[in-house]
Each structure stands twice: as structure tokens, then as C-alpha cells.
């Protein structure tokens, strides 16, 4: 007698700088020689299409400017790529491991490059209410992804440079360790401290620039079909699609283009979510049909 109360997650761009994306076909890193790397990069279109703050080029437009302009490998290719088509970044993923029958799995390794040089990377973190009020209410598992990509900065500070030109750029380069006043006495100047989780205020003149050649997001996963979270994250999808087809959720685990589509849903909100594009639940109210 009572309706079944469903919690819907939400997402949206967190950074407004990055609207216009355009998707690379994805490259097959796998040992399946059988991966159709124009459907999943196809499949990641749509997913990312429905985010609320992105327009995506179509896939063969995309090609079309690949093939046209002989585009090659490399970053400022994949510049030069964007320039062309008037976008603000170019998605480039790979197919790092996939197997199609139980348990099903797949590993995506997916990198955002700014087509403008200036534009740093946006570690898991930034954006998070970090230093407010809200900071209780963030997710254990983004803290966590947080507090690791913060610790993983920290460490390559002290690391050897293999190569004399190399540097480290600190989570919040608005300001210098020494200026924060945060890290006290012989740390090292770009120390990166939690500051850098929270966006600095803006500045009345733009800062000069400094040209960064990696990714402003990326992120890696390996996706298994009988893993808990998974399937929990899977039931929930499918809750809210009107797919009139028989064998409910776990029916998805056995068609590739949805398995495929679903690996990278969870890939571009899992990356959206740890840099503050998750919105509060939509609540929605389900009444059974033998009502």
C-alpha cells in the first residue's frame, strides 16, 4: 500500500571552462582483439551527452576532422584536433582489459585534455566542500580518493627527477607554500597542501600562464560484474530507464552495449563526483502496478 522511495543520483559539469567535448574513438589496450573501440567510445558519448553542462561532438564528425586534417598522436595533436572543431577538450580513453562472459569485466583508462595549454589538472578532490560546513557530508570514498591524490602529490615532491626539465606543479599554484603560511618551515615550495582542494578566489587580472601538457581530468577503473558495488550501482541505473525489456538489471550484464554503456556511466560520473559534480538525489516515489 505504500510506495517504494527511489533516490536518483545527479550529476552535472563542474567545470564550465570544458563544455564543448569531442570523443576520440578509444583506443584497444586489451588482449581482446574483438573490442569495438567506435562503440564504446560511442557508448561514452551518450552517457556523457545526458550530463547536464556538456555538448558532445558527434563521433563522425570527430573522425571525419581526424582523417581530413591528418591528425596524429600526442598532445598538441589532439590540440590542434580541438582547434579545428571549436571545442574546449578532447576525450581520449582506452580499453585497458575486457572479457565478455561471467564475470564480466572492463577497464577504462579515460584522459580530458584542454585544448587551452593553460588549464592545470583538476586532481579528486577540488571542488569538494572541503573547509566548509558540508565537509561532513562528503562521501567516505571521495575523501579517500581525495586524501590519496593529495599524498600522491606530496610524495613526488621528494622524489628524484629522472629528468632535469621535470616539475611538479602544486594542487593550488595561485600561491606559493610560503605565501599559505600553511606548511610551516623547511617544506619544500611547491608542497602541496589541502588548499589546494578549495578554488582560489578569483583575481582581478589574470595570472601568467603556465602550459601544462597533461590531463585536466583522467581516470582509471576496472569494472567487474560480480563485484557488490557494481551491481548495486547497476540495479539502481537501470531503476530509472523505461527499458520494456524482459530480465531487468542483471539482463545488462549480458548484452555488451549495455554493459558497455553502463561501465562508462559509471566512469564519467565516478570522475565527476570526486571533483564536486554530484548534485543532491532527485527523490522519486514508485507505486507497485498491483496497487
Excluded at 563542474?14 to 567535448?21: A, D, R, S, W
Excluded at 550530463?51 to 581526424?66: C, D, F, M
Excluded at 616539475?167 to 610551516?184: A, H, K, V
Aim: net charge negative; with cysteine; glycine share 8%.
Amino acid at each position: 500500500m505504500l510506495p517504494e522511495v527511489l533516490h536518483e543520483p545527479q550529476f552535472h559539469n563542474p567545470f564550465p571552462q570544458l563544455e564543448k567535448v569531442a570523443v576520440l574513438p578509444f583506443y584497444n589496450q586489451s588482449d581482446n582483439p574483438n573490442v569495438n573501440q567506435d562503440k564504446i567510445a560511442q557508448a561514452y558519448i551518450n552517457e556523457l551527452q545526458k550530463i547536464p553542462g556538456y555538448v558532445v561532438v558527434p563521433l563522425g564528425v570527430t573522425q571525419e576532422a581526424v582523417r581530413i586534417h591528418e591528425i596524429g598522436e600526442g598532445v598538441e595533436e589532439f590540440r590542434r584536433l580541438g582547434r579545428i572543431l571549436g571545442v574546449d577538450a578532447i576525450v581520449v580513453g582506452s580499453v585497458t582489459d575486457y572479457h565478455f562472459y561471467y564475470p564480466q569485466r572492463m577497464g577504462l583508462a579515460v584522459n580530458w585534455y584542454s585544448v587551452n595549454p593553460y588549464f592545470h589538472p583538476a586532481p579528486p578532490g577540488y571542488g569538494l566542500p572541503f573547509g566548509t560546513s558540508q565537509e561532513g557530508e562528503i562521501p567516505q570514498r571521495l575523501v579517500n580518493e581525495a586524501e590519496f591524490a593529495l599524498a600522491k602529490a606530496q610524495l613526488k615532491t621528494q622524489s628524484p627527477h629522472t629528468d632535469s626539465t621535470e616539475t611538479t606543479i602544486p594542487l593550488r599554484n595561485s600561491q606559493s607554500s610560503s605565501e599559505s603560511g600553511q606548511n610551516g618551515e623547511g617544506l619544500p615550495d611547491n608542497w602541496p597542501n589541502p588548499e589546494g582542494f578549495i578554488p582560489p578566489l578569483p583575481q582581478k587580472e589574470a595570472p601568467a600562464g603556465i602550459p601544462s601538457d597533461r590531463p585536466v581530468m583522467e581516470h582509471i577503473r576496472v569494472y567487474n560484474a560480480h563485484d557488490a558495488s557494481f551491481t548495486e550501482a547497476l540495479e539502481s541505473y537501470y531503476d530509472f530507464r523505461d527499458d520494456a525489456r524482459f530480465g531487468g538489471w542483471q539482463s545488462y550484464t549480458e548484452r555488451p552495449n549495455d554493459f558497455n554503456a553502463f561501465c562508462c556511466y559509471l566512469s564519467i560520473t565516478e570522475m565527476l563526483a570526486s571533483r564536486g559534480g554530484s548534485d543532491e538525489t532527485r527523490v522519486v516515489w514508485r507505486w507497485s502496478e498491483d496497487r
